[in-house]
C-alpha cells in the first residue's frame, strides 16, 4: 500500500509537472502567433499608400465672445480645402531652399467682426512665420542698426518717431472709423499688425526657441515701414541732423520740431543727393495682329539690399466690410495676391493683384527719384502713415483706378512712388464692342457694318476705356494723379518703361531730375520684340543691375533682387502670372509655349504667349541701364562715376551665390537665405 500510495505520489507529481509545461507551451504559442500577425499586419501595411506631404502647415483662429481667441494648428495638411475656416484660416509653406519663395495664403469669414478678422489673421501669420520673421529682423533691421554709433542713432530716433506716430495714427483711426471708409481700413492693418506681433512671440514660445534676441514692437513697425526709411532717412540727415547742428530747429506753439532753413539746412540738402538701385516697371497693353481682344504685359523687378531677399507670396482674401458695422458691404478689394516679406503686411516691392467684387486689377510702383530736398520743409513727418498702410487701405476700398488714386492722396508724407494700377475688367474684348456698336446703329437706321478704323468707333471704344490706366506719383507732400488710358490706346505699339524718373511734367520740374540718364522711351527694336512674357523677361534682365557683378565692396550686396511677370488676354478672360527669386541673371531662352486651356486651343492667335523656362544656363549679359546710386538702410555712398560705364559687362556671368563672396561681404547678415540663388519660375497655386 505504502509503495502504491508513494507510486501515485510520483505519478501526480509528474503530472503536474506536465500540466506546466503545457501553460507554458500555451503562452509561447500565442507569442508567436501574435508574432506572426504583427508580421503579417507590417507587411500589409509597408503596402498601404502612406500621404506624402509638401511641407505645408496649416492653422485656424477660432473666436468667440465667452473665450476669446484660440489658435488649432494642424500641422502638415494636404487637403487644404478643409481645415476649418473659424475666424480666419492660413497655410504656410517655406520653400525658399526649392524655388526662392515661401508661400502664405490667409482667408477670414465675413461673419465675425473686421477687427477679429483681422487680429486673427495676424496671429496665425505671426505664430507659423515666427522664424522667418525673426531672421529677417536679423538681416536687416538688427544688422543695420547695430552697424555703428551713426546707425544706432538713426535708428534710436527712427523707433521713437514710428512708435509715436503709430499711437496717433491709432486713436485718429479709432475715432473716425465709424464716418470714413479709409480710417476704417487703417485701423484693421492695426489690429492685423498688432496681431502679428501677439502671433510672432507665441510660435516663438511654442517652438520652446531660445532667440537671442527679442523684436520689440517698434521694429516691427520699422519693418512695415520700410517702404518709408529711404524718405526717412533723407529727413534724418538733411533736417535733424543739419538743425540740431546749426541750432535753426524753431518750435511751433505745440511744441513740434520744424526743419531748418537757411543756409545750413541749405548746404546740407546740395550734398545729400543719392538714389537706391533703380527699380523697374514695363507695361504694354496693345490689340491682338489677328484676333479683336487686348492684351496686356507687364514685367517688375524690385531693387534693394540681398540681405533682405527671404520672400514671400502672399494671398489675402479678407472679407472686410467698409464700416465697423457688419450690415455694411464687404469692400470690392476682397482678395490680394502680392509679393512680400516676412513680417510685413504689405508688398514694400510694390506689385499687387486685386480682385473682389466688380474689381481685377493690378496695382504697381516703384521708387520716385527726388532732387529738390527743399521739399521736405512742408511735410510733417509727426503726421505720417505709413505707405504699407495706405496701399493696402486703397486696394481694398476702391471700386475702380480712379478711387484707388483718390485714396492714395490722403497723407502724401513719405514712400516717394510712382506708380500704375489698370483696370482689368476695362480690358473688353473689341468684338463685344463693335457688336454693341453695329446694334445700335440698326436702331438709328443706319449702316450695321462698322470699320474698326472709322473714328466714331476708336472714340467709343477709348470711352469706354477710359479708366483703364491711372498713373499716380508721390513726391514728399506732393501727390500728381491721372487717366493716362488715352497714352495707351493712342499710341498701343509703344511701351511705357518706369524707372522713377516723374512721368508728369509738374512733378519732374519740382523734382530737379535730370530725366537724360534715365530714359523711359523704348528703342523701336525692344517694341517690337515685346509681345508675349518671355521678350519682358529678357528685356528686364538685359536691364538689370547686379552690384556683386562690380567688385567693388560698397555696392556688392545691392541690385534687382527679382522678376514678376504678369499677361492677362481679354478675349480668353485669362491671366498667366510667375514671378523669379534672386539677382538677376541671363538664361537661355527657348521658344517653347506654355500649355493653354483647351478651350482657347483653337484661337491660338489669341493665346497668352509664356515661355519662360526653369532653365538654369547663364549667357552672356548685355550693358544695363544706367546704374542708380544705391544706399543700405543706414548708409549713403554714392557710386563712383567711373563704375557706371562698367555696368554689368560681364561673360558667363550666372546665379548669385553668397559663399563666392563671403570674403568681401562677411558682415552681411543672411540667416535662412539659400547658398546659390539659381531658381526657376513660380506660380502660386492657391487653394481657397
Known amino acids: 500500500f505504502c509503495g502504491c500510495l508513494n507510486g501515485f505520489k510520483t505519478a501526480g507529481t509528474v503530472l503536474k509537472v506536465v500540466g506546466a509545461s503545457w501553460q507554458k507551451t500555451r503562452i509561447g504559442t500565442y507569442i508567436l502567433i501574435g508574432a506572426g500577425l504583427l508580421v503579417i499586419g507590417a507587411f500589409f501595411i509597408g503596402y498601404i499608400e502612406r500621404p506624402e506631404y509638401d511641407g505645408t502647415y496649416c492653422a485656424t483662429a477660432f473666436w468667440t465672445k465667452q473665450v476669446g481667441f484660440q489658435i488649432e494648428y494642424w500641422k502638415q495638411q494636404n487637403d487644404l480645402l478643409n481645415i476649418p475656416k473659424g475666424a480666419a484660416r492660413i497655410c504656410y509653406k517655406d520653400s525658399i531652399y526649392e524655388n526662392g519663395w515661401a508661400q502664405i495664403e490667409i482667408e477670414t469669414q465675413r461673419s465675425f467682426p473686421d477687427w477679429v478678422q483681422a487680429y486673427g489673421a495676424g496671429i496665425i501669420e505671426g505664430s507659423l512665420t515666427w522664424h522667418q520673421i525673426y531672421n529677417q529682423w536679423l538681416n536687416t533691421i538688427h544688422s543695420s542698426c547695430e552697424r555703428d554709433v551713426d546707425a544706432q542713432n538713426f535708428c534710436t530716433w527712427l523707433r521713437d518717431l514710428l512708435t509715436e506716430n503709430f499711437h496717433k495714427i491709432k486713436e485718429t483711426a479709432s475715432l473716425r472709423q465709424d464716418h470714413e471708409h479709409y480710417w476704417h481700413q487703417?485701423?484693421?492693418?492695426?489690429?492685423?499688425?498688432?496681431?502679428?506681433?501677439?502671433?510672432?512671440?507665441?510660435?516663438?514660445?511654442?517652438?520652446?526657441?531660445?532667440?537671442?534676441?527679442?523684436?520689440?514692437?517698434?521694429?516691427?513697425?520699422?519693418?512695415?515701414?520700410?517702404?518709408?526709411?529711404?524718405?526717412?532717412?533723407?529727413?534724418?540727415?538733411?533736417?535733424?541732423?543739419?538743425?540740431?547742428?546749426?541750432?535753426?530747429?524753431?518750435?511751433?506753439?505745440?511744441?513740434?520740431?520744424?526743419?531748418?532753413?537757411?543756409?545750413?539746412?541749405?548746404?546740407?540738402?546740395?550734398?545729400?543727393?543719392?538714389?537706391?538701385?533703380?527699380?523697374?516697371?514695363?507695361?504694354?497693353?496693345?490689340?491682338?495682329?489677328?484676333?479683336?481682344?487686348?492684351?496686356?504685359?507687364?514685367?517688375?523687378?524690385?531693387?534693394?539690399s540681398y540681405a533682405s531677399m527671404l520672400r514671400i507670396q502672399k494671398r489675402y482674401k479678407f472679407h472686410y466690410h467698409f464700416g465697423p458695422n457688419q450690415r455694411t458691404n464687404t469692400v470690392p478689394g476682397v482678395d490680394i495676391t502680392f509679393t512680400g516679406y516676412p513680417g510685413i503686411l504689405a508688398s514694400t516691392d510694390d506689385f499687387y493683384i486685386v480682385k473682389g467684387r466688380q474689381v481685377q486689377s493690378i496695382v504697381a510702383g516703384v521708387a520716385m527719384k527726388n532732387e529738390n530736398l527743399d521739399l521736405w520743409k512742408s511735410v510733417n513727418i509727426n503726421q505720417a502713415v505709413p505707405l504699407s498702410a495706405r496701399v493696402m487701405a486703397a486696394n481694398r476700398i476702391a471700386q475702380n483706378r480712379r478711387t484707388w488714386a483718390k485714396a492714395m492722396t490722403k497723407h502724401p508724407y513719405t514712400g516717394s512712388k510712382q506708380w500704375i494700377t489698370i483696370d482689368l475688367n476695362k480690358l473688353a474684348p473689341l468684338d463685344k464692342l463693335y457688336q454693341s456698336l453695329a446694334e445700335d446703329e440698326i436702331l438709328d437706321d443706319r449702316p450695321a457694318a462698322l470699320d474698326p478704323n472709322d473714328e466714331a468707333v476708336i472714340s467709343e471704344r477709348h470711352n469706354r476705356n477710359k479708366g483703364l490706366v491711372w498713373?499716380?506719383?508721390?513726391?514728399?507732400?506732393?501727390?500728381?494723379?491721372?487717366?493716362?488710358?488715352?497714352?495707351?490706346?493712342?499710341?498701343?505699339?509703344?511701351?511705357?518703361?518706369?524707372?522713377?524718373?516723374?512721368?508728369?511734367?509738374?512733378?519732374?520740374?519740382?523734382?530737379?531730375?535730370?530725366?537724360?540718364?534715365?530714359?523711359?522711351?523704348?528703342?523701336?527694336?525692344?517694341?517690337?520684340?515685346?509681345?508675349?512674357?518671355?521678350?519682358?523677361?529678357?528685356?528686364?534682365?538685359?536691364?538689370?543691375?547686379?552690384?556683386?557683378?562690380?567688385?567693388?565692396?560698397?555696392?556688392?550686396?545691392?541690385?534687382?533682387?527679382?522678376?514678376?511677370?504678369?499677361?492677362?488676354?481679354?478675349?480668353?478672360?485669362?491671366?498667366?502670372?510667375?514671378?523669379?527669386?534672386?539677382?538677376v541673371f541671363m538664361r537661355l531662352q527657348h521658344m517653347?509655349?506654355?500649355?493653354?486651356?483647351?478651350?482657347?486651343?483653337?484661337?491660338?492667335?489669341?493665346?497668352?504667349?509664356?515661355?519662360?523656362?526653369?532653365?538654369?544656363?547663364?549667357?552672356?549679359?548685355?550693358?544695363a541701364a544706367e546704374l542708380a546710386e544705391m544706399e543700405m538702410i543706414t548708409e549713403r555712398r554714392p557710386v563712383r562715376n567711373d563704375m557706371r560705364a562698367i555696368a554689368m559687362r560681364q561673360t558667363g556671368a550666372g546665379p548669385f551665390k553668397w559663399s563666392s563672396v563671403s570674403d568681401k561681404i562677411a558682415d552681411i547678415e543672411h540667416a535662412g537665405h539659400p547658398d546659390e540663388w539659381n531658381f526657376g519660375k513660380v506660380s502660386p497655386k492657391w487653394a481657397w
Open 471 to 583: 498713373i499716380a506719383e508721390q513726391l514728399p507732400g506732393r501727390m500728381h494723379m491721372k487717366d493716362v488710358s488715352e497714352r495707351f490706346l493712342n499710341d498701343n505699339t509703344t511701351a511705357w518703361l518706369a524707372n522713377g524718373v516723374p512721368y508728369f511734367d509738374e512733378l519732374l520740374e519740382v523734382s530737379n531730375v535730370n530725366e537724360d540718364p534715365y530714359p523711359n522711351d523704348l528703342l523701336p527694336a525692344d517694341n517690337e520684340e515685346l509681345t508675349n512674357l518671355e521678350a519682358v523677361d529678357k528685356f528686364l534682365r538685359n536691364h538689370a543691375f547686379r552690384g556683386d557683378l562690380l567688385g567693388d565692396e560698397e555696392s556688392l550686396a545691392y541690385g534687382n533682387t527679382d522678376i514678376k511677370l504678369f499677361a492677362y488676354n481679354s478675349r480668353l478672360g485669362i491671366s498667366d502670372y510667375h514671378a523669379f527669386a534672386g539677382p
Open 186 to 304: 487703417i485701423n484693421l492693418f492695426i489690429f492685423q499688425l498688432e496681431g502679428l506681433e501677439t502671433g510672432y512671440r507665441q510660435g516663438a514660445k511654442r517652438a520652446r526657441s531660445d532667440l537671442e534676441e527679442e523684436i520689440p514692437f517698434s521694429d516691427i513697425l520699422l519693418m512695415n515701414a520700410a517702404a518709408d526709411i529711404q524718405d526717412l532717412k533723407i529727413y534724418y540727415e538733411n533736417y535733424v541732423l543739419g538743425s540740431s547742428s546749426s541750432n535753426e530747429k524753431s518750435t511751433t506753439q505745440n511744441g513740434e520740431s520744424q526743419p531748418a532753413t537757411g543756409a545750413a539746412a541749405e548746404s546740407t540738402v546740395a550734398s545729400k543727393n543719392f538714389f537706391l538701385p533703380s527699380a523697374t516697371m514695363l507695361t504694354k497693353i496693345f490689340p491682338s495682329d489677328d484676333a479683336p481682344s487686348w492684351q496686356l504685359l507687364f514685367g517688375h523687378s524690385t531693387a534693394g
Open 592 to 623: 517653347q509655349v506654355r500649355s493653354i486651356p483647351e478651350k482657347s486651343m483653337s484661337d491660338v492667335e489669341g493665346t497668352i504667349s509664356s515661355s519662360i523656362l526653369d532653365d538654369r544656363l547663364s549667357v552672356i549679359i548685355d550693358d
